[in-house]
């Protein structure tokens, strides 16, 4: 059986990961609020850390999405209402890590769990969980490519952070924290830097290219696959955003020469 009938559910999961993520990510990264997908994301493990903990893992999607809409609800608030609204953000990610060891200390198996919520491992992701990841993503992605752009106002934004919610509770519990922060940011940022190509489009196609390493050399040289997604997603973009920052500084000062 070649690698590709044996992981297309974790390919194919990855590509749907980058492409809905990507949707978020140029977002976040234009408004200047980086830390919120972290944020909601760390607040939405804590449900998941409750389930596991204290309710032999039932209702875990249904405590996970409670507590990531709470997060998105106060988010939306607070970037109304709040000064250094990053401050902020930054405490309720802090709020949220310590909340889960907390609760987590409880658990013998606490440690082992602590880094499941951190970086999971899609690598052997069933059809069916891939079916339902799907049917959420495409429902999310409708949302925001069809009805978010008309909304105005207060409803617009709070559309946003529900639909980032809802995304969030899903990745959460198939890749974890850590993957999910790191494919929101990473991929968009490169797409962002660059200014041939249109933002959207290269950031999926850098972070499809991007996670598909990963999870090849995660499967050949049995790494762990959340932390080696995070770890080829952030290095390939830091990598592309300084290459590229040092070839406009070299062209800039050639056409200053000129």
Avoid at 118 to 133: G, W
Avoid at 136 to 142: D, E, H, K, S
Wanted: proline share 2%; glycine share 6%.
């Amino acid at each position: 059986m070649s690698i590709v009938e044996l992981l297309w559910p974790a390919f194919m999961l990855a590509i749907a990961l980058v492409f809905i993520h990507t949707v978020f990510g140029l977002e976040i990264i234009r408004r200047g609020v980086i830390f919120t997908d972290l944020a909601i994301g760390q607040i939405a493990a804590i449900g998941m850390a409750i389930s596991v903990a204290f309710m032999q893992g039932q209702y875990q999607t249904a405590m996970t999405f409670t507590f990531a809409f709470l997060a998105a609800l106060l988010i939306t608030w607070a970037t109304k209402k709040i000064e250094k609204i990053e401050a902020f953000i930054g405490l309720l990610y802090a709020l949220g890590i310590s909340s889960i060891m907390l609760i987590l200390a409880q658990s013998s198996e606490g440690t082992e769990l602590f880094s499941k919520l951190s970086a999971a491992d899609i690598l052997f992701t069933s059809a069916d969980s891939l079916y339902k990841s799907l049917a959420i993503y495409g429902t999310v992605a409708f949302v925001m490519f069809v009805i978010y752009p008309r909304l105005r106002g207060n409803l617009k934004e709070f559309l946003f952070f529900t639909m980032l919610a809802v995304t969030v509770t899903s990745s959460v519990q198939s890749a974890g924290v850590l993957v999910v922060f790191s494919l929101l940011i990473a991929p968009s940022y490169a797409g962002l830097t660059q200014k041939k190509y249109n933002a959207f489009v290269f950031a999926c196609s850098f972070g499809t290219m991007a996670i598909i390493g990963a999870l090849v050399g995660s499967y050949y040289f049995d790494l762990p696959t959340g932390y080696a997604i995070i770890f080829v997603n952030v290095f390939a973009s830091l990598l592309f955003v300084v290459i590229s920052s040092i070839m406009r500084a070299k062209k800039g000062v050639l056409h200053n020469e000129k």
